[in-house]
């Protein structure tokens, strides 16, 4: 397979237009349109909303190109844009097929003329068992299609597993699985392609397809790969199938269409320095707020005019740049402190006074699942990167003086009912992918909310296009009639949206093999409540009694930290995980470092954990 990376713009190309060069802004939206176009052309089957989604993708990525912390990230930060666009798609089509119930389904339809399967075949002039895999594509269950998008480009060397895994918020057990599943449905599809094209064909293969109207189903597949399974004619077919991952290995993107590359050109703008506004570097208000213009013929004005009026509002950026996370949202104009928060008010410190932003060096990242709350205290960046987190979180859609490492993401939260603020959205809907939601509503020491506050709340974030996690409550998730219980059938009622759902878990038993058990049946029974993903934001060993906080020894905590790691491993529906917390001191025992260099007995094993 080709090494990945092909489709990625050159660093220094994303640096230059980060900085305001109109050019490279051009460029970078130019070599950044192909991968875009690939992924929603093959997730959304041709549909003819693809070059639509396409332009939305791309209206968010010069918004928020400014606040870009590692350019090397680009690649990754720019697939993750496209899949949530894919998403937000998804989930539109989905409410207007539900409010259009009784007429033609004319949402679901794909676009004649851009038919993906067929147009990889005929653009990329694919013969034999290459053209075969094609068509099988056309075959597979509609939730696989997202999938499809991004493995094709895996095995085509434009994208890593650690992409995939990331751009689909699984985990790389998980999207292994999942993978795995499709690649046997394609290798079933395939079958059945070849039975379908071979002449002579199969003599019973006619009265199977009697009812067939020749449109590729999953329905279909199973019926017709079943009789390809024991038909002794059929079956003899699919003996010469090379595997799927030769076949694709070393393919190039599918080509442009003619009327979307025409619009996209590489140098029309003439570089022109733009006057400082603040104290970023000179030109990011110039990037904020104009498309490049080689973009501009093929976005629609109005969607035009709708982002320059979104981004002029951009006009101040972090103090250092490099030190902002890769989904780094525009700070207020007077920065305040983080809202840290735990399951008691003594347990976390106010956040001290801002210090040093200059960016860690940063070991490798673990894991993207594993993560950590984190509060402002002496070396917190430091500790940070030490920690190899792959996430991070501050109880706040903000992070002052702690820098993201390389190769970690900050994931932003609406804390309470409080935090439901325009500027607090937007800076939620700049800082990511993904928002938390209202920390443990269920007690009064924290967000404090009534279920029906919190439904009545629920829109505005919605309205963010982030993935949502529920509300995090302190206990009882998977207590019927209980907050969470009472939200999740309210949100069903109102059709509100729930991505995942968020939990915490503190442990009073400090046994490791009974703490372990009993947090695995916890998790199992909220999944098997709500069957859908679930985010771990707070856990350790800590027994509350009379208000007072017992912890167990450094090393049964230790001990607790790397079994509990390793059978969240095994739980394909835990998606990440969030240790409570980064810094340790007197009150806050379960923490994994007491300054930025001196990692604790449970922060060395948190640092082994995937």
């Not at 923490?591 to 995937?610: E, H, M």
Request: charged fraction near 20%; hydrophobic fraction near 45%; include cysteine.
């Amino acid at each position: 397979m080709s090494s990945a990376g092909r489709a990625a713009p050159d660093p220094g190309l994303v640096v230059a237009a980060r900085q305001g060069d109109r050019r490279a802004l051009d460029d970078v939206v130019a070599a950044s349109l192909p991968l875009v176009y690939n992924i929603v052309g093959r997730a959304l089957r041709g549909h003819a909303d693809v070059d639509d989604v396409v332009q939305e993708t791309l209206v968010r990525v010069i918004r928020h190109l400014p606040a870009l912390n590692d350019p090397a990230a680009y690649r990754s930060w720019l697939v993750a844009i496209t899949i949530r666009q894919v998403r937000d798609w998804d989930q539109r089509r989905r409410v207007a097929l539900d409010r259009d119930a009784g007429l033609d389904a004319i949402h679901n339809v794909p676009d004649p003329a851009s038919d993906f399967a067929g147009m990889t075949i005929l653009r990329l002039g694919l013969t034999d068992q290459r053209r075969e895999v094609a068509e099988a594509t056309r075959w597979l269950d509609p939730d696989d299609q997202e999938l499809l998008s991004l493995w094709w480009l895996e095995e085509t060397g434009e994208l890593t597993r650690t992409e995939v895994a990331e751009a689909a918020s699984l985990s790389p057990g998980h999207v292994a699985v999942r993978i795995h599943r499709m690649k046997e449905q394609i290798q079933s599809a395939r079958g059945v392609v070849r039975a379908l094209r071979a002449r002579p064909g199969c003599p019973d293969l006619g009265a199977v397809t009697a009812e067939w109207d020749g449109t590729p189903s999953p329905l279909w597949r199973k019926r017709l790969a079943r009789h390809v399974r024991d038909c002794a004619f059929c079956g003899r077919l699919g003996a010469t199938f090379l595997p799927i991952d030769r076949l694709l290995a070393g393919m190039p993107l599918l080509p442009l269409p003619p009327g979307l590359s025409a619009h996209v050109s590489s140098a029309t703008v003439p570089p022109a320095a733009a006057p400082a506004v603040g104290p970023h570097p000179p030109g990011v208000a110039e990037l904020a707020v104009h498309a490049p213009r080689g973009l501009v013929p093929y976005l629609a004005a109005g969607v035009v005019a709708a982002v320059i009026a979104i981004t002029t509002l951009v006009v101040v950026l972090p103090d250092d740049p490099v030190a902002a996370p890769s989904w780094a949202g525009p700070p207020p104009a007077a920065p305040t402190a983080v809202a840290s928060t735990s399951p008691s008010p003594s347990s976390a410190p106010s956040p001290s006074a801002r210090q040093s932003s200059k960016a860690p060096v940063a070991p490798a990242v673990s894991s993207v699942r594993k993560g950590v709350g984190v509060w402002n205290f002496a070396g917190a960046s430091q500790a940070l990167a030490s920690s190899k987190a792959g996430w991070y979180y501050t109880w706040g859609t903000q992070h002052p003086g702690i820098s993201t490492p390389r190769g970690a993401t900050f994931v932003p939260m609406i804390r309470s009912a409080e935090n439901v603020t325009a500027a607090e959205l937007a800076r939620a809907r700049a800082a990511g992918p993904h928002l938390l939601t209202f920390n443990e509503p269920d007690l009064p020491e924290q967000a404090n909310m009534t279920v029906a506050r919190a439904l009545d709340l629920w829109p505005q974030l919605m309205a963010t296009g982030s993935r949502l996690g529920s509300p995090a409550v302190a206990w009882g998730g998977a207590d019927p009639q209980g907050w969470l219980d009472r939200f999740m059938t309210g949100a069903e009622a109102r059709g509100h949206r729930v991505d995942f759902i968020t939990l915490h878990w503190y442990g009073a038993d400090f046994t490791t093999a009974a703490a372990v058990n009993q947090l695995r049946e916890y998790l199992q029974a909220v999944y098997k409540r709500y069957h859908k993903p679930i985010w771990l934001t707070e856990f350790a060993l800590i027994r509350y009694d009379g208000g007072r906080q017992q912890f167990p020894s450094q090393e049964q905590q230790a001990a607790f930290l790397t079994a509990a790691t390793g059978m969240l491993g095994q739980l394909s529906y835990v998606q990440r995980y969030a240790w409570f917390g980064l810094p340790a001191t007197d009150r806050d025992r379960s923490g994994l470092f007491s300054d930025g260099t001196r990692a604790t007995v449970i922060g060395r094993a948190f640092q082994a954990a995937r």
